[in-house]
Nanobody, 127 residues
Framework: VQLVESGGGLVQAGGSLRLSCVAS????????MAWFRQAPRLEREFVSA????????VYADSLNGRFRISRDNARNMVYLQMNSLKSEDTAVYYC?????????????????????WGKGTQVTVSS
């Protein structure tokens, strides 16, 4: 199984980025997907999650509606559209997967529930 993130980079505060994660080696539609992030010297934190068919999504309260998660099961892709970026969004962003038969959308907030992880993509927001 591989999860490969892309789309990170350097952006000015107020700008936007779209992260992508492509999955291989697993039946993608059988998995809930999530994004987590880890800033320097901080613990990894939940960002957003989506259920197997995209009907349910959940976000960290701190995002205040700036991010949007989506998925394309035909392409084995999950996306994170990030708008109005702030310096505090600077982090490595990770894609994660949890099997549908054991997942709940609320449970996706807990990184210990994830079955697979990508290696991350760096997002740096300059102020």
């Amino acid at each position: 199984v591989q999860l490969v993130e892309s789309g990170g980079g350097l952006v000015q505060a107020g700008g936007s980025l779209r992260l992508s994660c492509v999955a291989s080696g697993l039946p993608f539609s059988n998995y809930y997907m999530a994004w987590f992030r880890q800033a320097p010297r901080l613990e990894r934190e939940f960002v957003s999650a989506i259920n197997w068919n995209g009907d349910l999504t959940v976000y960290a309260d701190s995002l205040n509606g700036r991010f949007r998660i989506s998925r394309d099961n035909a392409r084995n892709m999950v996306y994170l559209q990030m708008n109005s970026l702030k310096s505090e969004d600077t982090a490595v962003y990770y894609c994660a997967a949890d099997r549908r038969d054991s997942a709940t959308i609320a449970g996706m907030r807990d990184d210990s529930n994830m079955d697979y992880w990508g290696k991350g993509t760096q997002v740096t927001v300059s102020s």
